[in-house]
């Protein structure tokens, strides 16, 4: 059977350009819109045009730019929001509006001083409203996470009626358990009216680290398309990974489910997102870390020399890394050893190898790593030992 193709929404520079003190000027959201482009995203959200005039000219400059996916501007469930947007993506070829407003209690009583009815009247609106603009027009339910599932599923019936697309079903404040929201997405998979008319999608904040898990459960219970940010950045926790999604989807081929997206371009885009953004990717990040190809205790190493697969299961090269590396420290074995050395020209029979080793901790003892100006002293000391 053919896989299923899930849509990667890219919200970098929209929700992920939320997180504090990491403004982008247009150029630089233009650059990453043309990288996002390039590495197969299917949606670039590219910013909330009624924000700011930023905003607007970002989205602006980059409805002409983009080639291949379709380019989205945020609203809230506001009519001067979505002629703003419309005006915003007006040169895009392939436009989309994303309109919504909150359903849950929390969002209704204390955000909207609202009620249940009125608050299903304002989304129907905002989508028809919409709909004069675009024939793409994706209806976010803030809060779904939190929203109770027999009355997310009234509102998305609603939003089908006036002509969504798309209904996003976020998870905001990153509380639902993988369990939890995968059975969301079943409920209204199999209750929403008209559910065949458009897709669902997941967008799942990572406050309690389960983004990533969450919306791979939305897919697998039905969901088409994720939205998500390159690192993992957004407001507070961030939100979902996108490199993570895309390769749980890769290496876990049994789920039948695939994306456009070129992964040998991941690592390239988590390090120009990490530059523009000012904001470091931690060494132990899944698939673009600086760690998560590097190998430094004896066990491992030895295992790696042997074959890759003991210890990776994705080939570096997959996500654009060049190479696994295989780190010298005070807990490197003499394989590890004997293998940077070779690397290093020196070819050393066992006993030769049991004299660098000693010297070896020596220095491994002293430092955190060991790198090749310190094993060629190392060779130094080994052959002065031997005079
Ligand atoms: O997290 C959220 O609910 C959002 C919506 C505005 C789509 O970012
Ligand atoms: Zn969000």
Known sequence: MKDKRIQIFDTTLRDGEQVPGSKLNTSEKLTIASHLDGLGVDVIEAGFPVSSPGDFEAVYEISKI????????????????????????????????????????????????????????RAFRAVKYAKRYVEDVEFYAEDAGRTENQYLAEVCELA????????????????????????????????????????????????LGMATANSITGVMNGAQQIECTINGIGERAGNTSLEEVVMIMSQHK??????????????????????????????????????????SSGIHQDGMIKNRSTYEII????????????????????????????????SLAKNEIDVAYHFFLKHADKKKTIDNNDLVKIMDECKEKAV
């Open 160 to 207: 089908i009626k006036a002509g969504a697309t798309v209904l996003n079903i976020p998870d905001t404040t990153g509380y639902c358990l993988p369990q939890q929201y995968g059975e969301k997405i079943k409920y209204l998979m199999e209750n929403v009216k008209g559910i065949e008319k458009a897709i669902l999608s997941t967008h799942c904040h990572n406050d």
């Open 254 to 295: 049994h789920l039948g489910l695939e994306t456009g997206v070129v992964t040998n371009k991941l690592y390239k885009t988590s390090r120009l997102v990490s530059e523009f953004m000012h904001m470091p990717v931690q060494p132990n990040k899944a698939i673009v870390g600086s760690n998560a190809f590097a190998h």
């Open 315 to 346: 080939d570096p090269e997959d996500v654009g890394v060049d190479k696994s590396t295989i780190v010298l420290t005070a807990r490197s074995g003499r394989a590890a050893l004997k293998y940077r050395l070779n690397q290093l020209g020196f």
């Open 66 to 121: 983009v080639k291949n996916a379709t380019v989205c501007g945020l609203t809230r469930a506001v009519e001067k929001d979505i002629d703003i947007a419309a005006d915003a993506l007006k040169l895009s070829s392939r436009p989309r509006i994303h309109t919504g407003i909150g359903t849950s209690e929390y969002h209704i009583n204390f955000k909207l001083n609202s009620t249940q009815d009125e608050v299903k009247e």
